[in-house]
């Protein structure tokens, strides 16, 4: 009975986590995705008390994944960091990119005390730290810093990626990161 609970649970995240990224999630009703994942309000509220404990399990799922990527990053700092921004300018270049999910939510979710924006602030924290710490390793003067000025060019990326020419992103943040970083090395 427990696998059975855990895969419905997981059809609900999966159609909610599609339909969140396409469409915006006040765009997308608690009705809308029970009939998407094909399951009644009692189980969909047996899950999720509300659809904001969805979405906060929706942006925890997305960086979750995040964070099993930066797994697989160089541990060589330099090529690590080239790592990631070669990945964010990938990104960008799919179809169906829609932008980042964290920086979507938090566009929707302006209230500073709501458990998404917390979500929201504990990821960000998670790749700042990431950033800062490769930063350090290589000798950067004021490493937090300047891995503040790289997710700015990352956040700029990936609006960029979204509502222009998501072709140029990687190359222009490689290279916009570089012109940041290299001066500051020791």
């Not at 004021?142 to 990936?158: F, N």
Request: with cysteine; hydrophobic share 45%.
């Amino acid at each position: 009975m427990a696998a059975k609970s855990s895969g419905v649970r997981e059809r609900i995240l999966a159609q909610a986590s599609s339909l969140f990224y396409l469409e915006g999630i006040r765009a997308v009703s608690a009705d809308r995705i029970i009939a998407a994942a094909g399951t009644t309000k009692v189980t969909f509220y047996r899950h999720f008390r509300s659809k904001d404990d969805l979405v906060v399990a929706y942006l925890q799922e997305q960086s979750a994944a995040m964070r099993a990527r930066a797994e697989d990053l160089d541990p060589d700092p330099c090529t690590g960091l080239l790592q990631f921004a070669d990945a964010m300018g990938e990104q960008a270049c799919t179809a169906g990119f829609r932008g980042c999910p964290f920086i979507n939510a938090a566009a929707e979710y302006t209230e500073p005390g709501h458990p998404v924006r917390a979500v929201v602030s504990e990821h960000r924290a998670w790749l700042h730290s990431l950033v800062a710490e490769r930063l350090e390793q290589l000798g950067a003067r004021d490493a937090g810093a300047l891995a503040d000025q790289l997710l700015m060019l990352r956040d700029g990326a990936m609006v960029h990626g979204y509502v222009g020419d998501g072709t140029a992103v990687g190359p222009a943040l490689t290279a916009a990161g570089k012109a940041l970083v290299l001066p500051r090395l020791a």
